[in-house]
């Protein structure tokens, strides 16, 4: 059973536009949402992260959207630039837990 | 600067072998972490702990054991080896709720 769900697998965008990527969750006790980045052939990093008590959480050309109703939440990345290529994973963490489940990840290619 | 690195780097290992993938953290974080990382899959949690002495199972044990020291180091250890345990595994470590994950270089493991 998924906990996360990320789409799309891949994407693709030119240079200068907006990205968007997609996550989805099952449990509404979770209470924490990072986003990882990594770079082929490094380890993952923390990119930026949201709580629920916000429905957008903004960094830079980097802005989560938070849908709690919905269970969802996206990821987009404005004027993308080709150095932004990399796999985005979306988390989350369950209430008083800590660990967090991971999703299977976006591979984001900028094209210049 | 979280510092946390792993050894070995790459190991090759034999069907029915024992492994052990070794991880250490700086920083004195008391939450340590085990993924693999495999295509299509993102992360998925193998073991973690909440320190010394202490280990919990993620949502794929089987198969793994591990161990919790001090709180410093973790290991990872497979028994018995099977062609399905190659992956890349990461060790990431962490200070409690909601913090971020801090994660080493990962060991790339091979078993023929």
């Known amino acids: 059973q998924q906990q996360v769900r990320q789409s799309p697998q891949s994407l693709t965008v030119w240079e200068g536009e907006t990205a968007i990527l997609n996550c989805s969750y099952e449990?509404?006790?979770?209470?924490?949402f990072p986003w990882y980045w990594q770079f082929p052939r490094e380890s993952p990093a923390l990119l930026i992260a949201?709580?629920?008590?916000?429905n957008k959480k903004e960094d830079g050309r980097f802005t989560i959207f938070f849908n709690k109703r919905e269970k969802k939440l996206s990821l987009h990345i404005t004027d993308s630039q080709p150095g932004d290529s990399a796999t985005y994973f979306c988390?989350?963490?369950?209430?008083?837990?800590?660990?967090?489940?991971f999703g299977s990840g976006t591979k984001l290619t900028v094209e210049p | 600067e979280a510092a946390v690195t792993q050894s070995p780097r790459n190991k090759v290992a034999v069907t029915g072998g024992k492994v052990t993938l070794s991880c250490n953290q700086t920083?004195?974080?008391?939450?340590m972490y085990w993924y693999r990382q495999d295509t299509g899959h993102g992360l998925r949690l193998i073991h973690y702990?909440?320190?010394?002495?202490?280990?919990e199972k993620g949502d794929i044990p089987d198969g793994y054991k591990a161990s919790r020291p001090s709180q410093e180091n973790f290991s990872l250890i497979l028994e018995l080896a099977t062609p399905s345990q190659t992956s890349v595994y990461f060790c990431?470590?962490?200070?409690?709720?909601?913090?971020?994950?801090?994660f080493g270089p990962g060991t790339r493991l091979l078993v023929l």
């Open positions: 449990d509404s006790t979770f209470d924490y």
């Open positions: 990431a470590s962490g200070t409690g709720k909601g913090d971020t994950q801090y």
């Open positions: 949201i709580r629920p008590v916000s």
């Open positions: 920083n004195n974080h008391n939450n």
């Open positions: 702990s909440y320190g010394a002495g202490s280990t």
């Open positions: 988390a989350a963490r369950m209430s008083n837990y800590n660990v967090l489940y």
